[in-house]
């Protein structure tokens, strides 16, 4: 079973900031990229950022310019970076790993609430 243990989340002002962070077994981190997903009340689960084994990124067209994904190969942790946090992004954030050879492999983390409200 692999885990992704998610931490950082909370409730934060609008226009504030939260890091989140999420630690990966050596052996998933080295090999899989890794990405952040958010899924709001009613809504679908939706990508936020990702980020390669080789730093290559890729964000929402919401968040860029806002958020910023970052992995720490030696600390096997990935992180999201949030600022100007909006109402809108209040949401369960889920930790994603993914690797695709012949069929896609996931794997998921628990989850860690941030709302964003005055």
């Known amino acids: 079973q692999v885990q992704l243990v998610e931490s950082g989340g909370g409730l934060v002002q609008p226009g504030g900031s939260l890091r989140l962070s999420c630690a990966a077994p050596?052996?998933?981190?080295?090999?899989?990229?890794m990405g952040w997903y958010r899924q709001a009340p009613g809504k679908q689960r939706e990508l936020v950022a990702q980020?390669?084994?080789?730093?290559?990124?890729d964000y929402a067209d919401s968040v860029k310019g806002r958020f910023t994904i970052s992995r720490d190969n030696a600390q096997n942790t990935v992180y999201l970076q949030m600022n100007s946090l909006k109402p809108e992004d209040t949401a369960v954030y889920y930790c994603?790993?993914?690797?695709?050879?012949?069929?896609?492999?996931?794997?998921w983390g628990q989850g860690t609430q941030v709302t964003v409200s005055s």
């Open positions: 994603n790993a993914n690797q695709f050879i012949l069929t896609l492999i996931q794997y």
């Open positions: 050596r052996s998933i981190f080295s090999r899989y990229a």
């Open positions: 980020i390669t084994t080789g730093s290559i990124t």
